[in-house]
């Protein structure tokens, strides 16, 4: 059974950070590539981040030198670094695995970006 299970979420002033934390079992974290995804109301789930199993990252262009993807390998667990966090930021963050075919998603944590 395959569990992406994600933390950190919460509540953050303009100008704060957070880290979110994806912790996965049930598959051989190394051979995939892991995700951050978000969903602002009424808005389409976009990509984030994304890392793959040799390290490479990429980034949506909002995002770029404010957060930062990486993951620990021994703890079958990824992390999504969030600086500078702006309200526009505000949504529900979603982890992702994908290999080949296979894609698991988690159940979602909610950033709010809020004075």
């Known amino acids: 059974q395959v569990q992406l299970v994600e933390s950190g979420g919460g509540l953050v002033q303009p100008g704060g950070s957070l880290r979110l934390s994806c912790a996965a079992s049930?598959?051989?974290?190394?051979?995939?590539?892991m995700g951050w995804y978000r969903q602002a109301p009424g808005k389409q789930r976009e990509l984030v981040a994304r890392?793959?199993?040799?390290?490479?990252?990429n980034y949506m262009d909002a995002v770029k030198g404010r957060f930062t993807i990486s993951r620990d390998n021994a703890k079958n667990t990824v992390y999504l670094q969030m600086n500078s966090l702006k309200p526009e930021d505000t949504a529900v963050y979603y982890c992702?695995?994908?290999?080949?075919?296979?894609?698991?998603w988690g159940q979602g944590t909610q950033v709010t970006v809020s004075s």
């Open positions: 992702n695995a994908g290999f080949m075919s296979s894609r698991y």
């Open positions: 890392i793959t199993r040799d390290g490479n990252t």
């Open positions: 049930g598959i051989t974290f190394n051979f995939y590539t």
